[in-house]
């Protein structure tokens, strides 16, 4: 039997993190066992974890964004072996989390991390990409479907409109550069100052000041707009709905539905789409999952995709908790948080 790895448990509802030892896995077939060398932290994560929401049983384990080196694979996986770097998307359970050591994953839903990017780079991504990507390509009711087969190269939208509301977030920033590979020709970022210069590198064509402009006043500045991509959830961020000409979409990463209503109430009958970016759910979501992946790992290859800026949280998998708490608070802007699993310690 191998050694035990050290994980971290939420081992009753809403209740406090803990480091404990854990069994590593043996991956069954079509699945693949990562040692987890970056983990990023991501904002829905610290409202799962004092709702309960998503976790079905406890312990449980939070974290989906991973990069790593492949320990093993299972029957039937072939496109990676041992001692690749990869990079992938977890979930709220005790096999699959991302906050521990060792972790299982379906081959499916990983992609190979070019030697250009570094680990932590690496884990900034996944969900971030996912959430972009799936919410303008997939079709009804998973996006916009603006490329449905995920086949690359794709129809070019030039001449289009597109405004990112929180365009300097994880989700934000690979927004803005599927939109560019899209070929939108105006791209504007909805996002704090400093960010600016970043968010025009990435892809944006304009950008407007959250704090000099409400998100009421935007359809002054911009009247109509093919795709509306809401970022950060806000009540307000409902206001935009308006911009969207009838036959574009408002985009959300909010997924309750009493807000989704709102703002198809706001949108007057247009298309909306609420994402969910996590692929382990019935319902055709991992078949979107499935599709999806190979033309991420396509775009790593050819540098296509860049990734979040990010902050190094030091103590390993006891810095989360802190982490989730300064995401709660709104103390975090432009960056990903990042922790380093192999660096725990009891």
């Known amino acids: 039997m191998s050694p035990p790895q050290l994980a971290l448990l939420l081992e009753e509802p809403k209740g406090d993190f803990v480091v404990r030892q854990k069994e590593i896995q043996t991956p069954p077939p079509g699945e693949v066992l990562i040692k987890i060398h970056a983990a ?4 829905g994560e610290w409202k799962v974890h004092r709702s309960g929401a998503l976790i079905e049983s406890y312990p449980a384990m939070l974290g989906t964004d991973t990069a790593g080196e492949v320990e093993a694979v299972g029957e039937g996986v072939t496109k990676f ?11 709220f359970t005790l096999d699959r989390g991302a906050y521990q050591q060792y972790s299982l994953i379906p081959a499916v839903f990983l992609a190979k991390l070019p030697d250009t990017l570094s680990y932590d780079e690496g884990a900034t991504l996944p969900m971030a990409f996912v959430t972009a990507a799936k919410g303008l390509l997939a079709a009804e009711p998973f996006g916009a479907g603006l490329n449905p087969s ?11 409109t ?4 929180g365009g300097s977030t994880s989700v934000g920033q690979l927004v803005i550069q599927v939109l560019k590979l899209l070929g939108f020709t105006n791209i504007v970022a909805y996002a704090s100052k400093k960010h600016h210069a970043f968010l025009t590198e990435l892809g944006a064509t304009q950008c407007v000041d959250r704090a000099a402009v409400s998100l009421d006043a935007l359809a002054d500045l911009i009247p109509s707009a093919h795709i509306v991509y809401d970022c950060v959830a806000a009540d307000e961020g409902f ?19 009493e807000r989704s209503d709102a703002a198809k109430e706001v949108g007057k009958g247009k298309k909306f ?5 996590v692929s382990f759910l019935p319902g055709g979501h991992g078949e979107v999952g499935e599709m999806l992946w190979p033309l991420f790992g396509k775009l790593l290859e050819q540098g296509l995709i860049k990734p979040n800026r990010f902050e190094i949280l030091p103590g390993g998998l006891k810095a989360v908790a802190g982490g989730l708490d300064k995401l709660a608070r709104d103390e975090v802007s432009g960056v990903k948080l990042v922790v380093h699993p192999q660096e725990t310690v009891l």
């Open 150 to 160: 995920f086949e690359w190269p794709t129809t070019q939208h030039s001449g289009e």
């Open 162 to 165: 597109a405004l990112v509301i």
């Open 273 to 277: 789409v609420a994402v969910f970016a």
């Open 239 to 257: 206001a935009a709905s308006k911009i969207v000409r009838s036959d574009g979409c408002a985009i959300t990463v909010d997924i309750v539905s």
């Open 81 to 91: 072996k041992k001692g690749d770097r990869v990079l992938g998307s977890g979930f």
């Open 40 to 43: 990023a932290l991501n904002p």
